[in-house]
């Protein structure tokens, strides 16, 4: 099957002045976090104008149920991933249509039809799939330049996955064309490896760091689009799932715990690529090894049923070797996998 969910993308330095001619003469209220939404209303002031509510920090149940309660024709998201995923998930229950304003560019649940969501103590829990209108997603460059550069850097990350994961699910084509198309887009995301993408560059707003912007918030999105539960993910989302039941890597960005995790997939298919991704996450600077993520040796067998659970709830194309697993996690305890 293939889903899209966002009706319009607009990546400009002027986008957001466009805002009062879509939202027309609707009634219109406002889900925002805290950091990023100061950032948008210097840029944007008139954004005041509409009735609010902040974000309470996780996409959780009780979340959306708290936030259902707004009465307007429209929802504007303002904020990162877990508030777009709350956002699309409250917007769905309600049968309005979104706007979303990313103010990071750290994922693509802002071109999803699905929401990630968490329990109460931070852990995974299940991602939902549904259908939602996005009517556009307003990327405006006077936003994300002002972005902070971590946060680009774990979005540039998860977008390299949807290569990674994609090629580990359905190979290099398929005769469906949904999961063809979602293919050739990841291997689009897996380039983003061989540009310019520094903090230097983010902060001068390059022509690599634009073009790498669409692919962390749109195309990679799009990838899972077309290609459904051939291409959305796979080991590397597993051991990030597994990672996220443990407090010590709360701190850590959602793509840094998945880059951890294409470590440990493409180390299980003897993949050639693995000793130059672990190369570049290393001078990417994220995590590659367990005790960089406060996972200790004792942690170890509890991380492996984790990731054996995860898994087992995936469309993989053969179950994993358990004992193998465990070498790789060992493997990675101290340092970088040889």
């Given at each position: 099957?293939?889903?899209?969910?966002?009706?319009?993308?607009?990546?400009?330095?002027?986008?957001?002045?466009?805002?009062?001619?879509?939202?027309?003469?609707?009634?219109?209220?406002?889900?925002?976090?805290?950091?990023?939404?100061?950032?948008?209303?210097?840029?944007?002031?008139?954004?005041?104008?509409?009735?609010?509510?902040?974000?309470?920090g996780e996409c959780t149940d009780a979340e959306v149920e708290r936030l259902k309660a707004f009465d307007a024709d429209v929802l504007i998201a303002i904020g990162g991933g877990k508030l777009v995923d709350t956002a699309k998930l409250v917007a769905y229950q309600r049968s309005v249509p979104l706007i979303v304003i990313p103010t990071l560019a750290s994922n693509?649940?802002?071109?999803?039809?699905?929401?990630?969501?968490?329990?109460?103590?931070?852990?995974?829990?299940?991602?939902?799939?549904?259908?939602?209108?996005?009517?556009?997603?307003?990327?405006?460059?006077?936003?994300?330049?002002?972005?902070?550069?971590?946060?680009?850097?774990?979005?540039?990350?998860?977008?390299?996955?949807?290569?990674?994961?994609?090629?580990?699910?359905?190979?290099?084509?398929?005769?469906?064309?949904?999961?063809?198309?979602?293919?050739?887009?990841?291997?689009?995301?897996?380039?983003?490896?061989?540009?310019?993408?520094?903090?230097?560059?983010?902060?001068?707003?390059?022509?690599?760091?634009?073009?790498?912007?669409?692919?962390?918030?749109?195309?990679?999105?799009?990838?899972?689009?077309?290609?459904?539960?051939?291409?959305?993910?796979?080991?590397?989302?597993?051991?990030?799932?597994?990672?996220?039941?443990?407090?010590?890597?709360?701190?850590?960005?959602?793509?840094?715990?998945?880059?951890?995790?294409?470590?440990?997939?493409?180390?299980?298919?003897?993949?050639?690529?693995?000793?130059?991704?672990?190369?570049?996450?290393?001078?990417?600077?994220?995590?590659?090894?367990?005790?960089?993520?406060?996972?200790?040796?004792?942690?170890?067998?509890?991380?492996?049923?984790?990731?054996?659970?995860?898994?087992?709830?995936?469309?993989?194309?053969?179950?994993?070797?358990?004992?193998?697993?465990?070498?790789?996690?060992?493997?990675?305890?101290?340092?970088?996998?040889?």
């Open positions: 099957m293939i889903r899209q969910a966002v009706l319009e993308y607009d990546h400009a330095d002027d986008a957001l002045d466009r805002l009062d001619d879509l939202i027309d003469d609707r009634r219109a209220h406002v889900l925002h976090g805290h950091n990023g939404y100061g950032v948008v209303c210097a840029v944007y002031p008139d954004i005041v104008d509409y009735p609010a509510t902040a974000f309470g693509c649940a802002a071109f999803t039809p699905l929401s990630v969501v968490y329990q109460e103590d931070g852990s995974y829990d299940r991602y939902d799939m549904f259908r939602v209108v996005i009517e556009r997603v307003i990327v405006d460059s006077r936003v994300m330049r002002r972005s902070p550069y971590e946060y680009f850097r774990a979005g540039v990350i998860d977008t390299v996955a949807k290569f990674y994961e994609a090629r580990y699910l359905s190979g290099d084509s398929s005769i469906d064309a949904g999961v063809n198309t979602g293919l050739a887009l990841a291997e689009q995301c897996g380039r983003l490896v061989e540009l310019d993408l520094s903090e230097h560059a983010f902060k001068s707003y390059s022509d690599d760091v634009r073009f790498a912007i669409d692919h962390v918030l749109a195309i990679g999105g799009a990838v899972g689009g077309f290609g459904d539960a051939g291409t959305r993910v796979a080991v590397g989302h597993a051991v990030h799932n597994a990672l996220s039941r443990f407090d010590s890597t709360h701190t850590f960005l959602h793509g840094d715990k998945v880059g951890f995790g294409l470590i440990v997939q493409e180390r299980l298919r003897h993949s050639a690529d693995a000793p130059y991704l672990e190369a570049w996450l290393k001078r990417f600077g994220a995590p590659t090894t367990l005790e960089t993520l406060g996972i200790g040796p004792d942690d170890i067998p509890i991380l492996v049923d984790s990731v054996m659970v995860e898994t087992e709830l995936q469309q993989l194309p053969a179950p994993l070797n358990k004992d193998f697993l465990k070498i790789i996690f060992e493997s990675l305890q101290l340092c970088v996998y040889n």
